[in-house]
Structure formats: C-alpha cells, structure tokens
C-alpha cells in the first residue's frame, strides 16, 4: 500500500492555466505538507496543514491554494500558472505536530509550465 | 531563521569505500532534530537517519551514521562499504517549530556518484 501518494506524477500545461496536484495519506496521520524542488533541487517548505487547518503558509504567492477536505487529503491548486512555477512539489505526512515526527513524502508531481 | 549549509555540491566514492558528507546548521534552538534524507533518480525523498539534539550519542543505520557535534554546529553523514545503490542526492535537514507546527529546513543537497 502507497502510504502518501500524489496525483498526477507529471503534468504538463501552459501558461495561464489553472491546475491541480492531489494527494493522499493512508498512515492515519494528522499533519500533512507541501513542499516544492525547484529546478536546483532545492526543497522549501510552501504549506502545512494539521487536522484540515492551515499552520504554516510560507509566503507563497497566493495563486497557490491549498485545500485540505479531510485530514486525510491536502491537495494544491494553482491559479494563472507562470513559467517560475515548473518544478517538482512534494506532499509530506508526519503523525503530528510535536516532538518531531517523521515526514514521509509522496513521489512528486512535476509541473512543466510552457 | 535556521539555515542548512551543506558545502559539496557533489561527491564521489568507489564501490566499498567510505564517504563522508558534510552538513552545517544554524539555529538558537536547543532542542531540535537532524536529518539526512536521500533523494535516488526515482525522486522519491528517502529518510535514511536522524538525530535528536539532545542525544549524545551519534545515531547509527546499518552502514549509514552521523557525527553530531553540538557545538560546532556539524552534522556530517558517513556511508560505509558503498554500494550502487548509494547514489543519490543527499539532503540534510533541521526540523523547526513554527506556528504549532514542524517544518524542514533542507541544505542544497550533495550529488554523491558511486563509482565501481
């Protein structure tokens, strides 16, 4: 069993756009994350979310909007999709918010935005 | 704010031989938490060791361990008898607390070649 797991892995989509990353854990855990890698491959933390309600929102432009319907999904939408936003984002679930739980993260979507 | 810094932008190893990464950190937090995340072609982001500030002891993984130093800030992974496999990306990370929540901060990373 996939224990968080993203949809699509690839996407591929024009400027202007508005498009949507899903994601779902399965390890029952409370807080969940996203993260993005630029082309650099450098990962920073955009978003975290703990029991559906946003925590840390780090100064993300806000065409990027997360949503979290269950403690079990946070997904990402993005709106008017710009060349600088092509890159790798990753989901994370860790079991909470304390004491330093392990983040297990999904495989990746990587955006191409042409 | 916390910072990683991790000075090799890539290294190389030969099959069965010792490889050591190198990971700086800042932060004026007391307690906190490392970690060295691996990241092979396939992307997907790998945990392969941690290290709670407050432990002495530097943690150990079959042939995966750290040397933690404190003081100096340091938190440098050794990869013993190396293997193919091996190869990857390796990311050090401290994990902070903001707004109630935790969050990683990544070094950028050292691209480590395994040659055999």
New interface residues.
């Given amino acids: 069993d996939t224990a968080v797991s993203q949809t699509p892995k690839y996407l591929v989509t024009q400027m202007g756009n508005d498009k949507s990353i899903k994601c779902e854990q399965n390890l029952g855990h409370d ?1 969940m ?1 996203w ?1 993005k890698q630029d082309s ?6 955009m978003f ?1 979310y ?1 029991n559906k309600e946003l ?2 929102n ?1 100064t993300v432009p806000n065409r990027f909007s997360p949503k979290s319907p269950d403690k079990a999904h946070l997904n990402l939408h993005i709106n008017s999709l710009e060349l600088g936003d092509s890159a ?1 984002y ?1 989901c ?1 679930s ?1 079991q909470g ?1 304390a004491n ?4 297990y ?1 999904g ?2 979507t ?1 955006l191409t935005v042409t | 704010a916390q910072t990683v810094t991790q000075s090799q932008p890539e290294m190389s190893v030969q099959e069965a031989e010792t490889v050591t990464l190198s990971c700086t950190y800042d932060t004026s937090e007391s307690d906190y ?1 490392l970690f060295w995340y691996k ?1 092979p072609p ?4 790998i ?1 392969v060791i ?1 290290q ?1 500030a407050y432990k002495q002891q530097n943690a150990t993984e079959n042939r995966f361990s750290v040397n933690f130093q404190k003081a100096a800030k340091s938190f440098s992974l050794k990869i013993s008898d190396s293997q193919l496999g091996d190869a990857a ?1 390796y ?1 050090c990370a401290i ?1 902070v607390t ?9 070094g ?2 050292t691209k480590l070649t395994v040659n055999p």
């Fill in positions: 807080t994350y993260y650099k491959k450098f990962l920073k933390i975290s703990n925590i840390i780090e790798v990753f994370a860790s918010w330093s739980y392990e983040q993260f495989p990746g990587r | 938490y990241q396939s992307r997907q982001m945990l941690r709670e990306m990311f994990e903001q707004g109630g929540s935790e969050k990683l901060v990544f950028k990373g």
